[in-house]
C-alpha cells in the first residue's frame, strides 16, 4: 500500500487563490505544482536578501515563493502586462512582496539577488547572462519550463551562460 504525504498534495491558501485567478483568466502558462512544491524546499535555504521573480503570470509561483518566505527577505516580481500585476497584486496581498510592471532588466537594479526563479523565455536563453549577474554571490537560479538537456538547441546561448557562470564563478563543478 502506497502512503500519501502532505507533501504530495498539500496546496497553500495563497496558490489556491492564485490557481483560481489565472484559471478565470484563461491562463494557461502558470508554475506547476511539482515545480511549486520545490520553491519552498530552495526558498527555504534563503534567509535574507532579495528574491527575484521574472515572469509573474498570475502569480501562483509567487504564491508558492511566498507561502515559504524568511521574514528577513524581500520578493520583488516583475511582468510586462499590467492587467496580470494589477490582478495578482490584489488576490496576492503580501507585506514582503513587490509587484513590478515592466523589463525585467529594469528589475535587476533591486539585486543582487539570492535566488532568482525565471520564467520568461529570453530570460531564460538569449538573456541569461543578465540573469547570472544579477545573483548575488551563492545565490540560486531556478528556470521553469526548462527544455531537457537532449532537446537543447545547439544556439550560442548555452555557450554564453556556461562561459558567464565560469567567468564569475570560476569554473563548472566536475
Not at 550560442?156 to 557562470?165: E, G, H, K
Request: proline share 3%; with cysteine; net charge negative.
Amino acid at each position: 500500500m502506497l502512503t500519501k504525504y502532505r507533501s504530495n498534495t498539500y496546496i497553500p491558501e495563497l496558490v489556491k487563490a492564485s490557481k483560481m485567478l489565472a484559471q478565470r483568466h484563461n491562463f494557461e502558462y502558470s508554475c506547476s505544482d511539482e515545480a511549486g512544491r520545490l520553491l519552498p524546499v530552495l526558498v527555504g535555504q534563503i534567509m535574507h536578501g532579495t528574491i527575484l521573480e521574472v515572469g509573474t503570470g498570475y502569480g501562483v509561483g509567487s504564491a508558492w515563493i511566498l507561502s515559504t518566505i524568511a521574514p528577513d527577505v524581500q520578493f520583488v516580481s516583475v511582468d510586462h502586462a499590467k492587467e496580470k500585476i494589477d490582478a495578482t497584486a490584489q488576490t496576492i496581498r503580501h507585506q514582503q512582496a513587490e509587484f513590478l510592471v515592466g523589463d525585467w532588466k529594469e528589475a535587476v537594479a533591486k539585486g543582487p539577488f539570492q535566488f532568482i526563479f525565471a520564467d520568461v523565455a529570453a530570460a531564460k536563453t538569449i538573456e541569461c547572462v543578465q540573469l547570472l549577474e544579477a545573483l548575488a554571490v551563492g545565490g540560486m537560479l531556478v528556470m521553469d519550463d526548462f527544455t531537457p538537456e537532449e532537446h537543447f538547441p545547439e544556439d550560442r546561448w548555452l555557450f554564453l551562460c556556461t562561459t558567464a557562470y565560469s567567468e564569475r564563478w570560476g569554473g563548472l563543478a566536475g
